[in-house]
């Protein structure tokens, strides 16, 4: 399977603990997006890599969150103290930049993180 | 800021019934317009797209045509089938100087196919 592909695709946890996850991208694709996506909403975008550079993190719901995609090739998204309202869908989504508008985003699967 | 508005759901209709779902959008410039398709149990997938006005994007039956003198990207299909239940999300892409090619997302519109 050459798509975008998201672990642990369930986590569940205790408020207060640190959460990490995985997003591996479709392998030429320079460009990593997350979104969080809440029951009845659309996805929400947080933060975006081009290559290993983050170059878009003001979204990012608060300073517990941050974002990583160290040799710009997997990215990992961590939540640190969670809280009950972090429970959602995390969903990442890849794409090929080529200097064109709009190249189409791939997404994953997604994480569903349920905080108690 | 930027921002989608598409019908509320859920939307039920019968096999081979018309379909509409209404997207209207808030953006500076000359965004592109999307709408994803999320079927039961499986990730976000594009269906059409448009990037300029009076583009028409159409696939699997489905269409959607861009009208920017009513920011509209409303999507049709003429005949559904059971296997076109799904959620449908209606998106757009800022196109302006600095921005970062991210999706700005509806909340998305369930639709059930009865046969």
């Known amino acids: 399977d050459t798509g975008v592909s998201q672990n642990p695709r369930h986590k569940i946890t205790k408020r207060g603990q640190n959460v990490t996850f995985r997003c591996d991208p479709i392998?030429?694709?320079?460009?990593l997006y997350w979104y969080r996506q809440t029951l009845g909403q659309g996805p929400e975008f947080l933060t975006y890599f081009q290559n290993e550079a983050q170059l878009e993190k003001s979204r990012l719901l608060s300073d517990r969150f941050s974002a990583e995609r160290p040799k710009g090739s997997f990215s990992t998204l961590e939540i640190q103290r969670t809280e009950q309202g972090d429970s959602a869908m995390y969903l990442c989504a890849s794409s090929l930049d080529r200097g064109r508008r709009n190249n189409e985003q791939f997404f994953g699967p997604g994480t569903r993180l349920t905080v108690l | 800021g930027d921002s989608v508005t598409q019908m509320e759901g859920p939307v039920t209709l019968s096999e081979e019934a018309f379909l509409t779902i209404n997207c209207t959008y808030t953006?500076?410039?000359?965004?592109?317009l999307f709408w994803y398709v999320q079927y039961p149990g499986e990730g976000l997938q594009l269906l059409l797209k448009a990037t300029k006005a009076d583009d028409k994007g159409s696939n699997k039956g489905f269409e959607a045509t861009y009208r920017k003198e009513t920011t509209s990207f409303h999507l049709e299909k003429g005949s559904v089938q059971v296997s076109d239940s799904a959620v449908y999300f209606c998106a757009l892409s800022p196109n302006y100087g600095g921005s970062q090619g991210n999706l700005i997302f509806g909340k998305g519109t369930k639709l059930s196919v009865k046969p």
């Open positions: 392998s030429e694709h320079n460009r």
């Open positions: 953006a500076t410039g000359y965004p592109s």
